[in-house]
T-cell receptor, first 115, second 108 residues
Protein backbone atom coordinates (compact mmCIF):
# COMPACT_ATOMS: atom_id res chain seq x y z
CA UNK A 1 0.00 0.00 0.00
CA UNK A 2 0.90 3.67 -0.14
CA UNK A 3 3.52 4.96 2.27
CA UNK A 4 3.47 8.12 4.33
CA UNK A 5 6.47 9.13 6.39
CA UNK A 6 6.83 11.59 9.23
CA UNK A 7 9.92 13.27 10.56
CA UNK A 8 11.00 13.43 13.27
CA UNK A 9 9.52 10.40 14.99
CA UNK A 10 10.00 12.01 18.36
CA UNK A 11 11.18 15.34 19.66
CA UNK A 12 11.88 16.84 23.06
CA UNK A 13 12.11 20.60 23.29
CA UNK A 14 12.10 23.42 25.79
CA UNK A 15 9.02 25.49 26.42
CA UNK A 16 8.87 28.47 24.07
CA UNK A 17 10.64 26.89 21.13
CA UNK A 18 9.05 26.06 17.80
CA UNK A 19 8.94 22.56 16.39
CA UNK A 20 8.42 21.59 12.76
CA UNK A 21 7.02 18.17 11.81
CA UNK A 22 7.17 16.95 8.22
CA UNK A 23 4.74 14.61 6.54
CA UNK A 24 5.63 13.11 3.17
CA UNK A 25 3.77 10.85 0.79
CA UNK A 26 6.46 8.64 -0.68
CA UNK A 27 4.81 6.96 -3.64
CA UNK A 28 1.71 8.93 -4.52
CA UNK A 29 0.56 12.49 -4.92
CA UNK A 30 -1.28 13.63 -1.85
CA UNK A 31 -3.81 16.25 -2.80
CA UNK A 32 -5.11 16.37 0.76
CA UNK A 33 -3.27 15.93 4.03
CA UNK A 34 -4.78 15.76 7.48
CA UNK A 35 -3.14 16.52 10.81
CA UNK A 36 -4.34 14.78 13.95
CA UNK A 37 -3.42 14.95 17.61
CA UNK A 38 -3.81 12.10 20.06
CA UNK A 39 -3.50 12.36 23.82
CA UNK A 40 -2.82 9.20 25.85
CA UNK A 41 -5.69 6.71 25.80
CA UNK A 42 -7.83 9.03 23.70
CA UNK A 43 -9.08 9.06 20.12
CA UNK A 44 -7.36 10.87 17.32
CA UNK A 45 -8.66 14.40 16.99
CA UNK A 46 -8.52 16.17 13.65
CA UNK A 47 -6.65 19.45 13.89
CA UNK A 48 -6.70 20.63 10.30
CA UNK A 49 -7.11 19.64 6.69
CA UNK A 50 -4.77 20.97 4.05
CA UNK A 51 -5.07 20.87 0.30
CA UNK A 52 -2.01 21.38 -1.83
CA UNK A 53 -1.49 25.00 -2.72
CA UNK A 54 -4.22 26.42 -0.50
CA UNK A 55 -4.65 27.46 3.11
CA UNK A 56 -5.41 24.82 5.68
CA UNK A 57 -8.86 24.48 7.19
CA UNK A 58 -8.65 24.30 10.96
CA UNK A 59 -11.08 22.54 13.27
CA UNK A 60 -12.90 24.49 15.92
CA UNK A 61 -10.69 25.18 18.91
CA UNK A 62 -7.39 24.74 17.05
CA UNK A 63 -5.37 27.95 16.92
CA UNK A 64 -4.13 28.51 13.40
CA UNK A 65 -1.43 30.93 14.57
CA UNK A 66 -0.05 28.35 16.94
CA UNK A 67 -0.21 25.36 14.63
CA UNK A 68 1.08 26.53 11.26
CA UNK A 69 0.40 24.18 8.39
CA UNK A 70 2.02 24.40 5.00
CA UNK A 71 1.19 22.10 2.09
CA UNK A 72 3.42 23.49 -0.60
CA UNK A 73 3.74 20.41 -2.77
CA UNK A 74 1.84 17.22 -3.59
CA UNK A 75 4.22 15.17 -1.45
CA UNK A 76 4.96 17.35 1.56
CA UNK A 77 3.02 19.02 4.34
CA UNK A 78 4.53 20.54 7.46
CA UNK A 79 3.07 21.31 10.86
CA UNK A 80 4.91 23.86 12.98
CA UNK A 81 4.03 24.10 16.65
CA UNK A 82 5.02 27.65 17.51
CA UNK A 83 6.11 28.66 21.01
CA UNK A 84 5.43 25.17 22.28
CA UNK A 85 4.23 24.68 25.85
CA UNK A 86 4.00 21.53 27.97
CA UNK A 87 0.28 21.21 27.19
CA UNK A 88 1.21 20.80 23.52
CA UNK A 89 2.95 17.54 24.37
CA UNK A 90 1.10 14.92 22.40
CA UNK A 91 1.30 12.42 19.56
CA UNK A 92 0.88 14.13 16.21
CA UNK A 93 -0.17 12.03 13.22
CA UNK A 94 -0.60 13.01 9.62
CA UNK A 95 -2.51 11.21 6.93
CA UNK A 96 -2.65 11.71 3.22
CA UNK A 97 -4.99 10.88 0.40
CA UNK A 98 -4.75 11.33 -3.32
CA UNK A 99 -7.07 11.61 -6.26
CA UNK A 100 -9.82 10.51 -5.99
CA UNK A 101 -10.18 11.03 -2.26
CA UNK A 102 -10.58 7.58 -0.77
CA UNK A 103 -8.42 5.71 1.68
CA UNK A 104 -6.33 7.84 3.97
CA UNK A 105 -2.81 6.58 4.53
CA UNK A 106 -1.42 7.38 7.94
CA UNK A 107 2.08 8.36 8.89
CA UNK A 108 3.85 6.69 11.82
CA UNK A 109 3.35 9.71 14.06
CA UNK A 110 5.57 12.16 15.91
CA UNK A 111 5.74 12.15 19.66
CA UNK A 112 6.33 15.66 21.04
CA UNK A 113 7.42 16.32 24.60
CA UNK A 114 7.70 19.93 25.70
CA UNK A 115 9.61 20.46 28.93
CA UNK B 1 -23.07 10.57 23.30
CA UNK B 2 -20.19 10.08 20.89
CA UNK B 3 -20.97 9.94 17.20
CA UNK B 4 -18.96 6.74 16.94
CA UNK B 5 -19.23 4.11 19.65
CA UNK B 6 -17.12 0.99 19.86
CA UNK B 7 -17.51 -2.09 21.97
CA UNK B 8 -15.93 -3.62 23.84
CA UNK B 9 -13.41 -1.05 25.04
CA UNK B 10 -11.03 -3.76 26.16
CA UNK B 11 -10.81 -7.35 25.06
CA UNK B 12 -8.57 -10.20 26.12
CA UNK B 13 -8.60 -13.39 24.11
CA UNK B 14 -6.61 -16.58 23.95
CA UNK B 15 -4.68 -17.46 20.84
CA UNK B 16 -6.93 -19.08 18.27
CA UNK B 17 -10.15 -17.46 19.43
CA UNK B 18 -12.59 -15.76 17.07
CA UNK B 19 -12.85 -12.07 17.91
CA UNK B 20 -15.55 -9.54 17.10
CA UNK B 21 -15.32 -5.80 17.61
CA UNK B 22 -18.41 -3.68 17.06
CA UNK B 23 -18.87 -0.11 15.88
CA UNK B 24 -22.09 1.92 15.87
CA UNK B 25 -22.45 5.41 14.50
CA UNK B 26 -25.17 8.00 14.58
CA UNK B 27 -24.41 10.21 11.58
CA UNK B 28 -24.68 9.86 7.83
CA UNK B 29 -21.47 8.55 6.35
CA UNK B 30 -19.87 8.04 2.97
CA UNK B 31 -17.54 5.29 4.21
CA UNK B 32 -16.29 3.56 7.34
CA UNK B 33 -12.67 2.73 8.11
CA UNK B 34 -11.17 0.14 10.39
CA UNK B 35 -7.71 1.04 11.61
CA UNK B 36 -5.10 -0.76 13.68
CA UNK B 37 -2.81 1.14 16.04
CA UNK B 38 0.19 -0.65 17.51
CA UNK B 39 1.77 0.24 20.87
CA UNK B 40 4.35 2.44 19.16
CA UNK B 41 1.53 4.56 17.80
CA UNK B 42 1.71 3.84 14.09
CA UNK B 43 -1.64 3.41 12.39
CA UNK B 44 -2.44 0.97 9.61
CA UNK B 45 -5.60 1.21 7.57
CA UNK B 46 -7.22 -2.24 7.50
CA UNK B 47 -10.43 -1.67 5.59
CA UNK B 48 -12.54 1.01 4.02
CA UNK B 49 -16.18 0.00 3.60
CA UNK B 50 -19.26 1.62 2.18
CA UNK B 51 -21.40 -1.51 1.97
CA UNK B 52 -21.36 -5.26 2.43
CA UNK B 53 -18.32 -7.18 3.52
CA UNK B 54 -14.58 -7.27 2.91
CA UNK B 55 -12.02 -9.92 3.77
CA UNK B 56 -8.26 -9.72 4.00
CA UNK B 57 -6.44 -12.73 5.36
CA UNK B 58 -7.84 -13.49 8.80
CA UNK B 59 -9.69 -10.20 9.01
CA UNK B 60 -13.28 -9.68 7.95
CA UNK B 61 -15.20 -6.40 8.07
CA UNK B 62 -18.92 -5.99 7.56
CA UNK B 63 -21.19 -2.98 7.49
CA UNK B 64 -24.96 -2.55 7.68
CA UNK B 65 -25.77 0.95 6.46
CA UNK B 66 -29.44 0.78 7.49
CA UNK B 67 -28.56 -0.19 11.05
CA UNK B 68 -25.48 2.11 11.14
CA UNK B 69 -23.35 -0.69 12.43
CA UNK B 70 -20.09 -2.35 11.45
CA UNK B 71 -18.16 -5.30 12.82
CA UNK B 72 -14.53 -6.32 12.56
CA UNK B 73 -13.83 -10.03 12.97
CA UNK B 74 -10.48 -11.70 13.51
CA UNK B 75 -10.35 -15.43 12.93
CA UNK B 76 -7.71 -17.66 14.57
CA UNK B 77 -6.38 -14.75 16.63
CA UNK B 78 -2.67 -14.53 17.34
CA UNK B 79 -0.61 -12.52 19.87
CA UNK B 80 0.64 -10.32 17.04
CA UNK B 81 -2.96 -9.14 16.57
CA UNK B 82 -2.67 -7.35 19.91
CA UNK B 83 -3.27 -3.69 19.19
CA UNK B 84 -5.90 -0.99 19.42
CA UNK B 85 -8.55 -1.28 16.72
CA UNK B 86 -10.23 1.96 15.76
CA UNK B 87 -13.42 2.52 13.82
CA UNK B 88 -13.64 5.81 11.93
CA UNK B 89 -16.50 7.15 9.85
CA UNK B 90 -16.08 9.49 6.93
CA UNK B 91 -18.70 12.10 6.25
CA UNK B 92 -19.62 13.57 2.89
CA UNK B 93 -16.95 16.25 3.37
CA UNK B 94 -14.38 13.44 3.77
CA UNK B 95 -13.73 14.29 7.40
CA UNK B 96 -13.03 11.31 9.68
CA UNK B 97 -14.57 10.93 13.12
CA UNK B 98 -12.92 8.30 15.26
CA UNK B 99 -14.22 5.90 17.87
CA UNK B 100 -12.32 5.58 21.12
CA UNK B 101 -10.83 2.28 20.06
CA UNK B 102 -10.88 -1.30 21.30
CA UNK B 103 -7.76 -2.47 23.05
CA UNK B 104 -7.17 -6.14 22.14
CA UNK B 105 -4.75 -8.39 23.95
CA UNK B 106 -4.27 -11.90 22.61
CA UNK B 107 -2.46 -14.25 24.95
CA UNK B 108 -0.78 -17.59 24.32
Amino acid sequence: GAVVSQHPSWVICKSGTSVKIECRSLDFQATTMFWYRQFPKQSLMLMATSNEGSKATYEQGVEKDKFLINHASLTLSTLTVTSAHPEDSSFYICSASGRPLETQYFGPGTRLLVL
Amino acid sequence: KNEVEQSPQNLTAQEGEFITINCSYSVGISALHWLQQHPGGGIVSLFMLSSGKKKHGRLIATINIQEKHSSLHITASHPRDSAVYICAVRDTASKLTFGTGTRLQVTL
